[in-house]
């Protein structure tokens, strides 16, 4: 039951897309996978955005992303994929003038700021090599796959998630809380960010404080991006007691280790005034 309904919403997406004036195809690498999702738009402006598909990518090179993206969009429009009986009486089918369609529609891409994502979208729409030149080749071969693909962007939240000034350094006081509540190595929200086992608990926590209404599994501490770093600074600040809570169990079950005395460091040492700050 689960497949077929997947497969008719698979032939649902694939006739919009096929139908569609133009496509927008955002992708993403994130631990070897790549996900590509799409937004179409038809004539009379009627819009429809989901999900292309997923790929494994070992060595996610400019080449290979662009190998990857032509196999999700042949999976795409590709019918009777991935059948779960043993059986497999019903054999999938390629539609190949389908492809070249979608192919011909998409017209914007879109993905973060690595030199290989945004290499792959220029060769999606720029021409292999020359097939006059190599002797023996076809111009199918060496076809442009997205000849109409005239804006390659870059995702607005990657490019505002790496900025080179913290604003938190322009004061003294300000730089100084900062660092040792939540930026520093030695800070309650690092060691609970770094242990499946703390986050667990400061998971349990909000959701008992909150009476399941609130859905934070962790606090978002990522260094490199201001954007997930300051929701960590948030999550703090909204979830002070939890944060109490673990850092009390923390300090009772890790007495005389590290993160037990870290534990023990901020409870005798948190006060009104710097949370405040």
Known sequence: ??????????????????????????????????????????FNFKSRRGVLGVATVPNASAQ????STIDILAAACTTNKSVPWKRKVIKHQFHKKKFHKVC??????????????QLCAQLLREMPVNPQAMPGSTRMVYKVVCPKMKLVRRD???????????????HPV???????????????????????????????????KTKGKSRIKKLSLAKQRFNT???????????????????????????????GLIATEYLEEVCEEDLLC
């Open 1 to 42: 039951m689960k497949w077929c309904l997947c497969e008719a919403h698979r032939r649902s997406d694939l006739k919009f897309l096929e139908q569609s004036e133009t496509i927008a195809i955002a992708q993403d690498v994130r631990h070897s996978k790549l996900l590509i999702r799409f937004k179409a738009t038809k």
């Open 104 to 117: 011909t529609r998409i017209g914007e891409f879109a993905s973060d700021c690595v030199a290989d994502e």
């Open 229 to 259: 770093f300051e929701r960590s600074g948030r999550r703090f600040c909204l979830h002070l007691h939890g944060m109490n809570e673990t850092a009390t169990k923390i300090a009772t079950t890790r007495r005389g280790k590290k993160e």
């Open 64 to 67: 290979k992303l662009k190998d």
């Open 156 to 170: 607005k939240s990657h490019a505002a998630g790496r900025i080179t000034k913290r604003p938190w350094r322009a």
């Open 174 to 208: 300000l730089r100084r809380v900062h660092h040792k509540y939540i930026w520093g190595k030695r800070s309650l929200t690092s060691i609970v960010h770094n242990s499946h086992t703390f986050r667990h608990w400061f998971a349990k926590s909000v959701q008992r």
